[in-house]
């Protein structure tokens, strides 16, 4: 285990920036999570830290040396990608020995490293098998077994998890995540899942075309996203678009908003579901009350969303526990508000429909 630092990472293909300035200090023992859409630029920041991209600039220190110019065996990280990558004519235990053969580590110390790691994802029992005869949570196992087995300073996994059904992620993830507190391993880990990204990491960078948004704890996240994208990108938010003046957003729909905080200009407001009140009598204690239609009521069990219609151009969603109350039927008038201190942001113009 050690304390990645990245700085200034860039990895440019022509005039395209894949990633741009990543700067990230993860401490030792930390579990970092990267998370963002599809060609944002995770794998490949990954890839430089493993040393399988050269970076365009930028440097790569693991534990306080500066391995930018290391090979990747030299740079002592572990990695697991999304399509296990285990060597189908070797066996369980041989898929494990060949990161330690590859790091020249003593023949007489292979077979006991080999079995402490498989003891690590419990399957020292399979060591003779092939993988075809294996899971594919096992061999995902295997595959982090063999990224365990030589002790790495640094733990890099990329989308471990995408390839296994929703039960086995959640177990793999568990499993995962109790190994890399229990071996206080620093941990980097690429993935688009949100809700897995939102429960494993100390802390998530979003990325976004090759840049970082924000960096944070999940509460940091939610409850204080750093703009529009980020707000639109982790958890749900309904957003009411329309033009700034002072503390009045004037939406598309032509309501009057009022905001604690000001933004000049086209700004959206994002109001999570859950801090949007509805009620058949007019609404207390918030700044801002509405009169909406229900258009659409969804069940999800412990909760229910209610979409809300307040003009032809303003729909929020507003999400209530389920407390066996009676619930507004669709079509209904009801009433609505939040805060004022519902989240302001300048319109992300590429966000716009
Ligand atoms: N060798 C390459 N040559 C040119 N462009 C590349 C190369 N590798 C990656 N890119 C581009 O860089 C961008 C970032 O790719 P990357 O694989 O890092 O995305 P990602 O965030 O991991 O996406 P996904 O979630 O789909 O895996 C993409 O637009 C991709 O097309
Ligand atoms: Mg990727």
């Known amino acids: 285990m050690a304390r990645l630092e990245i700085d200034n990472l860039t990895k440019r293909y022509g005039d395209f920036h ?89 023949k007489a110390e292979i077979d006991t490293k080999i079995v402490e790691a498989l003891k690590l994802v419990r399957l020292d029992h399979l060591i003779d098998r092939l993988p075809r005869q294996l899971s594919g949570g096992q061999q995902q196992r295997v595959a982090l077994a063999r990224a365990l087995a030589f002790r790495p300073d640094v733990l890099l996994l990329d989308e471990p998890l995408s390839n296994l059904d929703a039960k086995l992620r959640g177990e793999v993830r568990v499993e995962i995540r109790n190994l890399q507190q229990r071996l206080g391993i620093t941990t980097v880990m690429v993935t688009h899942d949100q809700e897995e990204a939102l429960t494993m990491a100390d802390r998530l960078v979003v990325m976004r075309a090759g840049g970082i948004r924000q960096i944070g704890t999940q509460q940091d996240l939610y409850e204080r996203p750093s703009d529009h994208f980020v707000a639109d990108f982790v958890g749900r938010s309904s957003f009411l678009k329309g033009t700034m003046s002072g503390h009045d957003l004037t939406t598309r729909g032509g309501l009057h908003v009022r905001c604690a905080a000001t933004v000049e200009g086209p700004a959206v407001m994002a109001l999570r579901p859950e801090r949007v009140f509805v009620d058949t009598k007019p609404i207390a204690d918030v700044e801002n009350t509405f009169e909406g239609k229900v258009e659409f009521v969804s069940y999800l069990g412990g909760m229910i969303d209610i979409h809300i219609r307040l003009s032809p151009e303003d729909q929020v969603i507003a999400q209530v526990p389920n407390h066996d109350i009676a619930l507004p039927g669709v079509g209904e008038t009801v009433h609505v508000g939040w805060a004022a201190t519902s989240a302001v942001f300048p319109a992300d113009a590429d966000l716009q429909e």
């Open 18 to 106: 894949a990633a741009r300035d990543v700067t990230l200090d993860v401490p030792e023992g930390e579990f970092l999570v990267l998370l963002g859409p599809s060609g944002c630029g995770k794998t490949t920041t990954l890839r430089m830290i493993a040393g399988f991209v050269e970076p365009t600039a930028g440097s790569v220190k693991i534990g306080g040396r500066d391995v930018t110019m290391l090979p990747p065996w030299k740079r002592n990280t572990g990695l697991v990608f999304q399509n296990y990558a285990l060597f189908p004519h070797l066996t369980v235990g041989q898929n494990v020995a060949f990161g330690l053969e590859m790091r020249s580590v003593p």
